[in-house]
T-cell receptor
Framework: RKEVEQDPGPFNVPEGATVAFNCTYSNSASQSFFWYRQDCRKEPKLLMSVYSSGNEDGRFTAQLNRASQYISLLIRDSKLSDSATYLCAVNRVGGYNKLIFGAGTRLAVHP | NAGVTQTPKFQVLKTGQSMTLQCAQDMNHEYMSWYRQDPGMGLRLIHYSVGAGITDQGEVPNGYNVSRSTTEDFPLRLLSAAPSQTSVYFC?????????????FGQGTRLTVV
């Protein structure tokens, strides 16, 4: 089993839709969780960190469920510009910022 | 605002050749790492370093060497290139002073081994 798993998608949604991605992790002692966005043929960039209490940044909401060992990303009112691959990342305990990434979920928003 | 700079952006190698991918950061980050990204596999950690003179292996270290003689630079060496090393390589850096710190990535090196 992979340490961090994501549904690869693609998720094809119309503009204005709400879409949610989940990411499961296997190491129950993991401490830090992140969502990164990667545009085609570009480097990943941090979208948001995921905190225990959940956090929101505009149209984006991230949640952490430690009991079930998953993190989620909710995107409301999808825009064409949200089309990208979304990577979840989890730090490996004892590994400082040694991030382990999921394979990514591809989102395509269409008019 | 250079951030993390990788060179070259593209490279074609013949099987058996060696080369060094360069990575430099100007943010005084202690932590630097190399990933490779293959279709459907996500980013896989090759090697990482927590400071000058300290390196360690990641998930897929075979066929690669690293060194960290300065805080700024973290080159990745392919000893004898193989077609299986065809991939996109990303260098990343982050600060160790906090736990939830952002990793900054270079623009990537697209490597093809023929």
């Amino acid at each position: 089993r992979k340490e961090v798993e994501q549904d690869p998608g693609p998720f094809n949604v119309p503009e204005g839709a709400t879409v949610a991605f989940n990411c499961t992790y296997s190491n129950s002692a993991s401490q830090s969780f992140f969502w990164y966005r990667q545009d085609c043929r570009k480097e990943p960039k941090l979208l948001m960190s995921v905190y225990s209490s959940g956090n929101e940044d505009g149209r984006f909401t991230a949640q952490l469920n430690r009991a079930s060992q998953y993190i989620s990303l909710l995107i409301r009112d999808s825009k064409l510009s949200d089309s990208a691959t979304y990577l979840c990342a989890v730090n490996r305990v004892g590994g400082y910022n040694k991030l382990i990434f999921g394979a990514g979920t591809r989102l395509a928003v269409h008019p | 605002n250079a951030g993390v700079t990788q060179t070259p952006k593209f490279q074609v190698l013949k099987t058996g050749q060696s080369m060094t991918l360069q990575c430099a950061q100007d943010m005084n980050h202690e932590y630097m790492s190399w990933y490779r990204q293959d279709p459907g596999m996500g980013l896989r950690l090759i090697h990482y370093s927590v400071g000058a003179g300290i390196t360690d292996q990641g998930e897929v270290p075979n066929g690669y060497n690293v060194s960290r003689s300065t805080t700024e630079d973290f080159p990745l060496r392919l000893l004898s290139a193989a077609p299986s090393q065809t991939s996109v390589y990303f260098c990343a850096s982050s600060s160790l002073r906090q736990l939830n710190t952002e990793a900054f990535f270079g623009q990537g090196t697209r490597l093809t081994v023929v």
